[in-house]
């Protein structure tokens, strides 16, 4: 048996009249992110994780943002499109965790639901999937509340 890792990271930026939707979860803001699909940062961030582990390219590979399919696409069915990938290649999926960072809204609230949803997406137990928040504390285009990062890793066996 072998055991692989894959580190992802996304970010996007907060703009008016957009949803914020994190590992498929609507969050309560008044601002939301900007991209091309629902620019589900956390989505993200684990499609590349997964990915990269798999090493399997990256999201821009598979679902590009130049790709009209791709527009307004809910980020949840991308992720299973990649854990399908991972599958395909003959891995199995032990667990996820990312660290979500911006300064509002506190994530806390959803926390609970945004584990569920992403574990029922994976098909891991919820125990395997963990989704901390940090904040930028000020610094960079976090900081400011110009947007969110998100860093993931994944950890896969063949």
């Known amino acids: 048996m072998s055991t692989r890792s894959g580190i992802g990271y996304d970010s996007h930026r907060l ?3 957009r949803r914020l939707v994190l590992g ?3 969050l309560e803001s008044e601002l939301g992110l900007d991209g091309h699909s629902d620019a589900d940062a956390l989505s993200h961030a684990l499609i590349d994780a997964l990915l990269g582990a798999a090493g399997l390219g990256d999201i821009g590979e598979h679902f590009p943002d130049s790709d009209e399919r791709y527009r307004d696409a809910d980020s949840l069915g ?3 499109r990649a854990i399908e990938l991972v599958r395909e290649r003959g891995f199995t999926l032990v667990n996820v965790d990312a660290t ?3 300064e509002r809204p506190k994530l806390g609230p959803a926390r609970a639901l945004i584990r569920e949803r992403l574990a ?3 098909g891991l137990a919820l125990a395997d999937v963990n989704v901390k928040a940090s904040t930028g504390e ?4 976090v ?3 110009e947007g969110v990062a998100v860093l993931a890793i994944a950890t896969l066996e063949r």
């Open 15 to 17: 703009a008016a009249g």
């Open 24 to 26: 498929g979860v609507e």
């Open 78 to 80: 991308l992720l299973e």
């Open 100 to 102: 979500i960072v911006m």
């Open 120 to 122: 029922g997406v994976l």
């Open 138 to 141: 000020g610094i960079g285009f």
């Open 143 to 145: 900081g400011r509340g």
